[in-house]
């Protein structure tokens, strides 16, 4: 079955401690991204990543990072989380940018 | 920048009464895309507009591009509560290739 696969699905955890949220896809799509959503704000674009070792910033990156070492992998990395990066946030992919996105079940996370 | 908005912000209807949400961008559009995210649930993409005035159907939806591919509708006949969610629309401006998303329309239906 296609899918976009996010882990972990929810995540309580405090201020400062390291976390990464894995995605992974198994459509050999080469675009991948990730989002948050917040009430009111829809989806704001975090990074992409074009293709493999291939990244650049979306609209909001301050606070994350991420790899591509791999063309089904794009983790999210938040190397110290602070409590406005409390959010629900999406993984997605698709065959290029301009192309529907399949997008993951999503992660909520809380940083209190 | 280039943006997306997306009106209204929210719509309350009765079951059976229709529904319309708007986009219009700024710069023109490539294409554009409308996805449904269910409540709990993850945006699922519903539909791709290419062409300057296309107008595409799916059973009780109706999707619009503009002629001047700078704005686009969704229109829903007949809400059921299957309808209930989030609709966003998001396009591709030729500039940068990336999507840019509207803050989307979340249908309320009224019991």
Redesign the interface.
């Known amino acids: 079955e296609a899918q976009v696969t996010q882990n972990p699905r929810y995540l309580i955890t405090v201020t400062g401690k390291k976390l990464t949220v894995t995605c992974s896809q198994n459509m050999n799509h080469e675009y991948m991204s990730w989002y948050r959503q917040d009430p009111?704000?829809?989806?704001?674009?975090i990074y992409?990543s074009m293709n493999v070792e291939v990244t650049d910033k979306?609209d909001v990156p301050e606070g994350y990072k991420v790899s591509r070492k791999e063309k089904r992998n794009f983790p999210l990395i938040l190397e110290s989380p602070s409590p406005n990066q409390t959010s629900l946030y999406?993984c997605?992919s698709s065959f290029?940018?301009?192309q529907?996105?399949?997008?993951?079940?999503?992660t909520r996370l809380s940083i209190l | 920048g280039q943006q997306v908005m997306?009106i209204p912000?929210y719509q309350h209807v009765q079951e059976g009464e229709d529904f319309t949400t708007y986009c219009n961008s700024s710069t023109t559009l490539?294409?554009i895309?409308w996805y449904k995210q269910r409540p709990g649930?993850?945006?699922?993409?519903l539909i791709?507009l290419v062409k300057s005035g296309e107008v595409k159907k799916q059973k009780r939806l109706t999707f619009q591009f503009g002629e001047a591919k700078k704005n686009s509708s969704l229109h829903i006949t007949a809400t059921q509560t299957t309808d209930v969610g989030t609709y966003?629309c998001?396009g591709?401006a030729d500039s940068n290739?990336?999507?840019i998303?509207?803050?989307?329309t979340k249908l309320i239906i009224k019991p």
């Open positions: 009111g704000l829809g989806l704001r674009q992409y979306g999406f997605a290029n940018s301009n529907p996105q399949h997008f993951g079940d999503g | 997306q912000q490539s294409n895309q649930g993850h945006p699922v993409f791709q966003f998001a591709d290739y990336q999507l998303w509207g803050a989307g």
